[in-house]
C-alpha cells in the first residue's frame, strides 16, 4: 500500500459538515452477488445470513444517483477472490475450513454487482483481499483527482468496509461511513465498526445526512 497522503494547501478539516465541503468520492465496495445474494459464495460456502445486504441496496442507489447527479465521483471497489491471487494469511484460513471454490471468480455470476449497475466511466478497483488500498489502483486513482474525503458504503461493515477505512485513514483521507449503506451478517458486528469509525476513525452516520450535506 502506498504510504503518500492526499495532498492539500487547505487546512485540516474539523467537524463532518467541513469535510464534505472538500473534495469527495463515493465508494461502493463488494456489492457483488457472492457477497449479497442468495445461493452467493457467502450464502452457501460460508453458511452467513446476507439478508442484510438488500436492505443496504436502496440507500446505496440514492448516493449513487445523488453523487452523479453532483458530480461525485463514484468508484466501486470489487473483489476476485480466487486462490492463486490471494495472499498467504487469506489462504490458509480456508485451507483450515477445506473450502476449494473460489469468491467472486472473474467472468462468474458471483462477480457481477447485486442490483446495482456502474456506468461505463467510473472506476472499477479489483482487490484481491479485505482492504481496498492493498496493491490495487484505488489510492492513486483517488490522487488523481484530489480527493479528500471518502464516503463508504458497501459489505460487510466489519471485514471489508471497515479494513478499506482503516487504511483510507491511515493515508490521510476524511472518512465518512453510512451507516444505513453498509451491512454485515450480525447487528453486534456492525455496530461494533460504527462505534469504532465514530471513536477514532472518522464519522458514522445516515446517508440522509450526506445527501442533505450535497443538497445544501
Known amino acids: 500500500?502506498?504510504?503518500?497522503?492526499?495532498?492539500?494547501?487547505?487546512?485540516?478539516?474539523?467537524?463532518?459538515?467541513?469535510?464534505?465541503?472538500?473534495?469527495?468520492?463515493?465508494?461502493?465496495?463488494?456489492?457483488?452477488?457472492?457477497?449479497?445474494?442468495?445461493?452467493?459464495?457467502?450464502?452457501?460456502?460460508?453458511?452467513?445470513?446476507?439478508?442484510?445486504?438488500?436492505?443496504?441496496?436502496?440507500?446505496?442507489q440514492r448516493m449513487v444517483d445523488a453523487a452523479r447527479r453532483r458530480g461525485v465521483p463514484v468508484i466501486w471497489v470489487m473483489a476476485d477472490y480466487s486462490h492463486a491471487a490471494l495472499p498467504a494469511s487469506m489462504r490458509s484460513k480456508l485451507l483450515e475450513r477445506n473450502i476449494t471454490q473460489a469468491c467472486c471468480a472473474p467472468g462468474s455470476w458471483g462477480a457481477e454487482l447485486f442490483q446495482l449497475q456502474a456506468h461505463a466511466d467510473e472506476p472499477q478497483v479489483i482487490k484481491h483481499t479485505?482492504?481496498?488500498?492493498?496493491?490495487?489502483?484505488?489510492?492513486?486513482?483517488?490522487?488523481?483527482?484530489?480527493?479528500?474525503?471518502?464516503v463508504f458504503t458497501g459489505v460487510q461493515t466489519h471485514i471489508c468496509v471497515e479494513s478499506s477505512l482503516r487504511d483510507a485513514h491511515s493515508l490521510g483521507y476524511y472518512c465518512v461511513m453510512l451507516e444505513d449503506a453498509v451491512s454485515a451478517h450480525t447487528p453486534a458486528?456492525?455496530?461494533?465498526?460504527?462505534?469504532?469509525?465514530?471513536?477514532?476513525?472518522?464519522?458514522?452516520?445516515?446517508?440522509q445526512t450526506v445527501l442533505d450535506a450535497w443538497q445544501a
Open 1 to 60: 500500500m502506498p504510504h503518500d497522503r492526499p495532498t492539500t494547501s487547505q487546512p485540516v478539516a474539523t467537524g463532518l459538515a467541513e469535510k464534505l465541503q472538500r473534495p469527495t468520492a463515493l465508494l461502493v465496495i463488494d456489492m457483488q452477488n457472492d457477497f449479497c445474494a442468495s445461493g452467493g459464495y457467502i450464502d452457501r460456502v460460508m453458511g452467513k445470513d446476507v439478508q442484510s445486504a438488500a436492505t443496504v441496496v436502496p440507500p446505496i
Open 130 to 150: 479485505y482492504s481496498g488500498f492493498h496493491r490495487t489502483s484505488l489510492h492513486e486513482t483517488l490522487q488523481r483527482r484530489g480527493i479528500e474525503t471518502l
Open 189 to 207: 458486528a456492525h455496530q461494533a465498526t460504527v462505534d469504532n469509525v465514530n471513536f477514532l476513525f472518522g464519522d458514522a452516520c445516515p446517508s
